[in-house]
C-alpha cells in the first residue's frame, strides 16, 4: 500500500514539474525596448548641492553640524564628545580625522580591538550625495564591523565632496588616480525594524549618525 502511495506522489510530482517545464517553454519574451537605462529616477536638485544634501540627510535621521573652517571643526569634536559623555568610547582609524582628533585633544583608539569595544566611530568620506542625502564611504575609514556594532557614527567631510548624484560619485571613483576600494559602503537613513505588533525594535546599525561638514579644508 505503501509502494502505491509513493508511485502516486511521484507521478503526481513529475505531472507538476512537467507543467512548470511547459510553461517555461511557451512563456512570452518580454522585450526592454523603450527602456532608458540613463535617465535618472531620482528628481533633480533644486536648489545647491550642499544645501539639498543637508537637507535630505537630516530628514533621513542625521544630525547635521555645518563648521567654516578647520579650527571650528576642532572646537566642534571637543565639544560634542563632552556634550555626548564620549570620553573613551571612541574608534577611530581614519588618519585624516585622527588629524583633527589629535587637535582637539580628544583621546581614541585605532586598533582592531577597538572596533569592537568602542561604541563610537568617527570616520571620513568618499562622497556626499545631494540627491537623497547619503554617504559614502570604503572600508579603509572605518570598517564594516565597527559600523555595524557602533551606537553613534559621526562622519567627516568637506564641502569639495557633496556630489548632485550617487551616478556621478561613482563616476569620479572610476576615474581617479587612486585604486577602487575593496569595498564602498552606502548610508541612507536611520535603521528601522518592527517586531511582529508592529512595534519598533533596535535593530542592527547605529542609533544616531552625525556628520561634521567642513568648508575651507
Given at each position: 500500500m505503501q509502494i502505491d502511495e509513493?508511485?502516486?506522489?511521484?507521478s503526481a510530482r513529475e505531472r507538476i514539474l512537467k507543467?512548470?517545464?511547459?510553461?517555461?517553454?511557451?512563456?512570452p519574451v518580454t522585450s526592454p525596448?523603450?527602456?532608458?537605462?540613463e535617465?535618472?529616477?531620482?528628481?533633480?536638485?533644486?536648489?545647491?548641492p550642499e544645501e539639498d544634501f543637508a537637507e535630505k540627510f537630516i530628514a533621513a535621521g542625521g544630525a547635521f553640524l555645518y563648521c567654516e573652517n578647520a579650527r571650528e571643526a576642532v572646537e566642534?569634536?571637543?565639544?560634542?564628545?563632552?556634550?555626548?559623555?564620549?570620553?573613551?568610547?571612541?574608534?577611530?582609524?581614519?588618519?585624516?580625522?585622527?588629524?583633527?582628533?589629535?587637535?582637539?585633544?580628544?583621546?581614541?583608539?585605532?586598533?582592531?580591538v577597538d572596533a569592537v569595544v568602542k561604541s563610537v566611530v568617527f570616520c571620513g568620506c568618499r562622497y556626499l550625495i545631494a540627491q537623497d542625502g547619503s554617504v559614502v564611504w570604503n572600508n579603509a575609514s572605518a570598517g564594516r564591523r565597527a559600523m555595524a556594532q557602533a551606537d553613534d557614527v559621526v562622519?567627516?567631510?568637506s564641502v569639495e565632496q557633496v556630489m548632485p548624484d550617487f551616478r556621478t560619485a561613482v563616476r569620479l571613483m572610476k576615474e581617479g588616480k587612486?585604486?577602487?576600494?575593496?569595498?564602498i559602503s552606502r548610508w541612507t537613513g536611520m535603521p528601522?525594524?518592527?517586531d511582529i505588533d508592529g512595534e519598533s525594535m533596535t535593530g542592527c546599525g547605529p542609533r544616531n549618525v552625525f556628520l561634521i561638514l567642513i568648508d575651507n579644508l
Open positions: 509513493t508511485i502516486d506522489s511521484m507543467k512548470i517545464r511547459e510553461a517555461l517553454t511557451h512563456a525596448d523603450g527602456v532608458d537605462l535617465r535618472n529616477v531620482y528628481s533633480p536638485i533644486k536648489n545647491s566642534t569634536f571637543s565639544e560634542l564628545v563632552k556634550v555626548r559623555q564620549w570620553e573613551g568610547k571612541i574608534f577611530c582609524k581614519d588618519p585624516d580625522v585622527a588629524d583633527l582628533l589629535d587637535l582637539a585633544e580628544v583621546a581614541y583608539g585605532g586598533k582592531a562622519f567627516v567631510a587612486e585604486k577602487m576600494p575593496s569595498m528601522c525594524f518592527f
